[in-house]
């Protein structure tokens, strides 16, 4: 696709950049099916192709209006499509792209603007997060349905881990609202990998990894919580860590991505690569191997329908990874369909985009409990929450179903 970047980008590396990305799409359609808002809308300006061309239509200072902001806020950034496409597109580029030139050309009401804003200031901050978590649990019962439906239940006091010291160490992150809503969650996967042979720390002075400012066009203060990041995981690194791991894939992915995000920052560039190759979703460090060694059995544990998270299979595209472990650790896999479809979570869609969303996840639900399984396994703390409100059965992050298993 050929574009000629307006008068705002023309010459500039943005611009470029642009005309780069926009290239190499053919217009073929072949990403439509994969594209979890196009099969429920139907209107192509909800598909990537349609998209695509609206970013193309803002690169070259066309006329825009709320209706093309409208059509870009209703992408879940799944990049399902960058896996359907033959000619390598890279939409999620593309979409961030599109965003921020959306903002910049069709402002939103300040309505909407302060609710970005707001979820931007209390998701990205874990103990104002946690705060108002817990002010919800305590009032719950008092709550209108819909909300109490969003409010999980209090999670379990976490007892102190009494890990030994281990030669081989990796720092894991903490993400922002994972400690408020399943503190279980990094607490199982310490005692997995202390099983291994690998102490887990934490890093100082760790911040929101940034990708819900980035994704909510706060791109500046995402780049800012970057940085503070690096800053806390070279460190660690300098200091004998071996990896910066995390349990929550959509977190993994953005950190994935520093080194990219800031390749243009000639202080963080070299930093922000080290810090992204360092990087490792938490199915990336343990082995089935390792979880046979251990003594686990096959066969033994609940039936589990395992739910690839987007942010795993298309963003970090590890795919396959996770259902070995499971096995391994006795689970037994019921079959599920529609693999790489989205759960319609996406961060703060749920929230921005509630009918998309809950159909979605309608459809991922029935899509995942045709062998109606005891439990529903995920990598990623939003999908978990978003699919736990209205599951049939319960919803668990994989690493918890593993350290159970070593457990018994
Ligand atoms: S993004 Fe890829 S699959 Fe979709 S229309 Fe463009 S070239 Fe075809
Ligand atoms: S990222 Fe997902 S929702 Fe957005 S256009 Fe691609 S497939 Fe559709």
Redesign the pocket.
């Known amino acids: 696709m050929f574009a000629q970047p307006g008068a705002n980008l023309a010459g500039t590396e943005r611009g470029r950049e642009a005309q780069a990305l926009l290239r190499n799409c053919v217009h073929c359609g072949f ?1 439509l099916p ?5 099969r429920v809308t139907g209107n192509e300006l909800d ?2 192709r349609g ?1 695509i061309y609206l970013i193309k239509q803002l690169v070259e200072g066309a006329p825009a209006s709320a209706t093309t902001r409208e059509h870009l806020d209703r ?7 960058e896996r359907a496409c033959p000619s390598g597109v890279e ?1 999620g580029r593309l ?1 961030d792209l599109g965003r921020e030139l959306a903002e910049e050309r069709v402002p939103r009401p300040v309505s909407q603007h302060a609710l970005r804003r707001a979820m931007v200031e209390v998701f990205s901050r874990p103990r104002a997060f946690t705060a108002l978590l817990r002010t919800g649990q305590a009032i719950r019962a008092w709550l209108p349905a819909t909300l109490q439906a969003r409010i999980p239940p209090r999670p379990a006091r976490q007892p102190p881990a009494l890990l030994a010291r281990r030669t081989r160490r990796i720092v894991l992150l903490e993400g922002c609202v994972q400690p408020g809503l399943a503190p279980g969650i990094n607490a199982a996967a310490a005692r997995v990998l202390d099983r291994l042979g690998i102490t887990v720390e934490r890093v100082a002075g760790e911040q929101c990894c940034g990708a819900l400012g980035h994704h909510l066009g706060h791109t500046g203060r995402a780049l800012a919580q970057a940085r503070r990041n690096i800053d806390a995981c070279c460190a660690a690194l300098d200091a004998g860590a071996e990896s910066i791991v995390s349990s929550a894939s959509a977190c993994g992915l953005m950190v994935k991505d520093y080194g990219r995000l800031l390749a243009e920052d000639p202080a963080y560039a070299a930093r922000a690569q080290r810090v992204s190759a360092a990087t490792r979703d938490v199915s990336e460090v343990i082995t089935p191997v390792d979880l046979e060694r251990a003594g686990l059995a096959p066969g033994t544990g609940p039936r589990v329908a395992w739910q690839a998270p987007c942010t795993l299979q298309h963003g970090q595209r590890l795919v396959g990874r996770v259902e070995p472990l499971l096995v391994a650790a006795g689970c037994i896999l019921e079959p599920t369909r529609e693999g790489t479809l ?1 759960c319609g979570s996406a961060g703060t869609y749920s929230i921005l985009q509630p009918e998309l969303s809950q159909e979605l996840r309608r459809r991922k639900i029935a899509a995942l409990t045709p062998g109606a399984p005891d439990v529903i396994a995920t990598g990623n703390i939003g999908c978990l929450e978003h699919l736990r409100a209205a599951s049939p059965v319960p919803v668990r992050h994989w690493i918890e179903l593993v350290a159970e298993a070593l457990d018994r």
């Open positions: 990403c994969a594209c979890p808002t196009y598909s990537p998209r992408c879940l950034t799944c990049r399902a499509c939409y979409i989205c």
